[in-house]
C-alpha cells in the first residue's frame, strides 16, 4: 500500500511538474495574456480539468513558477555543480542567471505582483534577496566582502541594483550586454564609486 501511494505521490509531482513547465514555455513562446489553461494543458498532455487539480487559475502558477526557479538557482548556485569557487562569482552568476530567465520578463514579473500570489508562497523579492545575502555570507568567511557588514542588507541592496538595472535594460539604456552591466553593478558596490582614496 505505502508503495502505491508513493507512487501516487510520485504521479502527481511529475503531472505538476509537467504543468509548470509548459505554461513557462507558453508564457515564453506566446505570452502570458495570450495562453490560455487549455493551451497549458495540452501542451502538459493532460486535461484541462487536470489543471485545476493543481492551480486554482493561470494566475495561481505564477508563485509555484518562481517557487520551481529559485530552487534550481540555489542549485545552480553550487560548486559541486560546476559553479565558480569565488562567492562573489557566485553572486554574478546568480544576477545573470535571473535575468536570462523567462519569468524575468516584465509582464510577467508584473502579472506576478499583480496576482499576489507570493504572498501566499513565495515572495520572490524576498526570495532573492536571502539567497544572495547566504552568498554574501560565503563571501565574508573567504574575505571577499567585509565581514563587518549585514550579509542581509547586503543582499537587499544587491536585489536592489539588480531590479534598478533590469528595469533600465528593458527601458532602452543598453550601454553594455545585460551580462555585462549586472557584473560592473556588482563591481561598482563592491570598489566603491570613489575608489578607496577618496578620503
Known sequence: MNESLSRRERKKRETRQRLMEAALRLF???GYDRTTVGQIAE????????FFNYFETKEAILPALVAWRLQELQEALLPERG??????????LALRLVAADPLSDPVLMRRLFAAGGY???????HALADLLAGQV??????????ADLDPLYLGGV?????????MMWHHGHRPAPLPECLDGTVDLLLDGVAGPEWR
Open 28 to 30: 515564453q513562446e506566446q
Open 43 to 50: 501542451e502538459a498532455d493532460v486535461a484541462k480539468g487536470t
Open 83 to 92: 559553479a565558480p569557487a569565488s562567492p562573489v562569482a557566485r553572486i554574478k
Open 119 to 125: 504572498h501566499k508562497a513565495v515572495n520572490p523579492v
Open 137 to 146: 555570507r560565503q563571501a565574508q568567511v573567504v574575505g571577499e566582502i567585509r
Open 158 to 166: 544587491l536585489r536592489a541594483l539588480f531590479f534598478q538595472q533590469l
